[in-house]
């Protein structure tokens, strides 16, 4: 987390301000606090709008012209005729005329070379070559852009070296004239845990990004600057596995970047917050290439990222932050839900029939015939099968199931909103035996008027879930097998669900533990909500933290326009399950049926929730169970009567 706080707060307040932050789960990135206030950092989508000033003049561009800064710059100064000076901590370079042509045999064939005179002389030979190659790059670089017309001019300088940034801004200007736009993209990245980061390289990375950027400001306060474009990179909004000290850097740019506008309020300023690059750049390397794939990263062409770049300059940098990224990252880390409507009537109606999660791009006018709604299940990246295992084999939990239920429903009478599920009924489990996508249909057909609410507003849906079972070869066994049924009520109208709060006693709570993968049933982090609980005489209460639901759907999703609290159900589920092995009988048990699930508003992410689980009756190997699940203001998200449950046999 980023917490921001006024330089003259309390350092008592701020202390307590991380941890209430650190108290209460949450999913915002960023918070600032001031004098008991709390705001947050909220995104906003749209596309860059209104008019600015053209580049022009003399660019001073840091970055050591190398990757994406000077792709960018030569492509900036062939579009508007700029004269470039390039800055990079490389010395100048010295490039053997025969080296200029070299085909990669050849190259491996001189990195050899280089690598084995560096050893004889005593040196390191990792390092040797790696000068070689950024000689390489910077004079292709420069004969590129002399190539294309452009008057550039590289220089070996330190950007955080004031004395020495001030030589050559000087030089600059007597030969170019004042400078008029600064392009800082320099930067250096070295992922590794952060217990193992080197302090001098984190104090290179923080020197590059920061101290570049102040002596930068400070440097040219004299110059007619126009623009001030600063390259972060989405780490520093995100933050990524490895990069701490490189996401701390681009933040603090972010920041630096957005305090100038207010100094120079005649320069056009911004940080762009870059997605990796596909073309050019770090992300070009191997070893960081082969990291970002591993977590199903979509590069972004260089084409696409000069073209928002160019936008953002002619409509005059309106803002002082820019993240550019794709839907799939988006969506990780700013869900639907975070920015959807409190109200406890949102997602209800048409908007809702559009954007079902897992019906979104259905066709539905196939149901009013009743004809079957395919959905593909994978076990490979939907974190709801993932972290949901019977004897270590994905099982589609039932939550999941209730929400394609009511999904269709919502399918069959637009318009409406999903009030109950009765008449539930877990007929087979579906497992996934092997990593291939599973097809699972849903089909309905009409019920009648709801015998609860009895009006024209007011309808019922009969639903089923079925799926082939087919062998691990691949053979099919049965088709269509019925994994699990309902009748789903929908209303035109809602109104909330009335129940009588939780009234939680005061005696002490008990962690919740939780089962390592391998056992018998197997929940993981997206599902265990389930924080603390305390047992009366046949009655359990839980504190449930409800995560977003994108952590339980996957990026791929949409959790637009969801209707069952997934993740904080199946944690009353899991509540439900301590007290009957407490209190009824220990043994793994699984889910049989329920008679009604009355559904409230859907749980704010990070929402503090109890659930009130209790024991009804005991029926051979069955037992039959009543919750509620309350939320953080005392409303009623969830009220279950007639949950039955039957035990597994050893």
């Known amino acids: 987390k980023i917490i921001d706080s006024p330089a003259a707060e309390p350092p008592r307040e701020i202390v307590s301000y991380m941890l209430r932050e650190l108290a209460v789960p949450s999913y915002d990135a960023e918070s600032a606090w001031s004098l008991g206030k709390r705001c947050t950092v909220k995104r906003t989508c749209r596309s860059a709008k209104g008019s600015g000033r053209v580049p022009q003049g003399t660019w001073v561009c840091t970055g050591g012209a190398r990757g994406i800064t000077a792709y960018v710059a030569g492509e900036l100064a062939w579009h508007y005729g700029l004269r470039l000076h390039l800055i990079g901590t490389a010395p100048q370079p010295q490039v053997l005329e025969s080296w200029r042509e070299l085909a990669a045999p050849e190259l491996r064939q001189l990195r050899v070379q280089i690598m084995q005179q560096a050893r004889e002389q005593g040196q390191n030979t990792v390092k040797a070559w790696q000068n070689v190659e950024k000689a390489l790059e910077i004079d292709a670089t420069l004969r590129r852009l002399k190539s294309m017309g452009i008057q550039a001019t590289y220089h070996s300088c330190d950007v955080a070296d004031c004395d020495a940034l001030q030589v050559v801004l000087a030089g600059i200007r007597r030969t170019d004239g004042p400078i008029q736009g600064i392009l800082h993209g320099a930067g250096v990245g070295s992922d590794s845990r952060f217990d193992h980061k080197r302090p001098d390289k984190v104090d290179q990375g923080i020197r590059a990004k920061v101290d570049g950027a102040l002596a930068l400001m400070e440097l040219t306060r004299d110059d007619p600057l126009q623009h001030f474009v600063g390259f972060g990179s989405i780490s520093g909004r995100f933050g990524a596995n490895g990069h701490t000290d490189y996401s701390l850097a681009n933040d603090m740019l972010a920041k630096l970047v957005d305090w100038y506008r207010g100094q ?115 076990p490979q990246t939907d974190p709801f099968l993932i972290e949901h295992r019977l004897d270590d084999i994905p099982l589609l939990p039932i939550v999941i199931g209730l929400e394609l239920l009511c999904e269709v429903a919502l399918g069959a009478v637009p318009g409406s909103r999903v009030t109950a599920v009765r008449a539930i009924e877990a007929i087979n489990g579906l497992k996934f035996h092997t990593n291939q996508i599973q097809t699972v249909r849903l089909v309905t ?111 791929r999703r949409s959790v637009s326009g969801w209707v069952v609290p997934s993740a904080a159900l199946d944690a009353c589920l899991y509540a439900t399950g301590l007290l009957a092995w407490s209190q009824v009988q220990a043994g793994a048990h699984l889910p049989v049926s329920f008679g009604e699930i009355r559904l409230g508003r859907l749980p704010h992410a990070g929402e503090a929730c109890v659930v009130e689980s209790r024991f009804v009756k005991r029926e051979a190997r069955e037992a039959v169970f009543d919750f509620s699940l309350f939320g953080s203001d005392g409303s009623t998200l969830l009220d279950v009567s007639e949950y039955r449950v039957v035990w597994l046999s050893p």
Not at 326 to 333: A, G, I, L, N, V
Not at 478 to 506: C, F
Request: aromatic share 8%; net charge negative; charged share 25%.
């Open 264 to 378: 120079r309020p005649d320069v056009a300023a911004t940080t762009f917050h870059w997605h990796a690059w596909g073309d050019v750049g770090m992300a070009t390397k191997a070893d960081t290439r082969l990291g970002l794939e591993m977590i199903d990263m979509q590069f972004m062409p260089a084409k696409e990222g000069l073209a928002h770049l160019v936008n953002e300059l002619e409509a005059g940098l309106p803002e002082a932050e820019v993240l550019i990224t794709d839907d799939k990252y988006h969506r990780t880390f700013y869900p639907d839900e975070l920015s959807a409507s409190t109200d406890d009537t949102a997602n209800v109606g048409e908007e809702a029939e559009r954007q079902l999660p897992f019906l979104a791009k259905q066709d539905f006018r196939s149901v009013a015939n009743q004809q079957p709604i395919e959905v593909e299940l994978d």
């Open 445 to 555: 057909s009409p019920a009648g008027l709801s015998t609860h609410q009895p009006s024209a507003a007011s309808s019922t849906v009969r639903c089923e879930l079925t799926a082939d079972v087919c062998s691990r070869s691949g053979k099919l066994i049965e088709a269509n097998r019925a994994v699990l049924r309902g009748v789903v009520e929908l209303s035109k109208e809602w109104s909330p669900v009335q129940r009588r709060a939780a009234s939680v006693p005061d005696g002490p709570w008990q962690p919740v533990q939780y089962a390592d993968r391998g056992s018998r049933f197997y929940v993981g982090p997206p599902l265990r909500c389930l924080r603390k609980i305390q047992f009366g005489q046949g009655v359990l209460w839980g504190r449930i933290a409800a995560p977003a639901l994108i952590d339980l759907s996957g990026p």
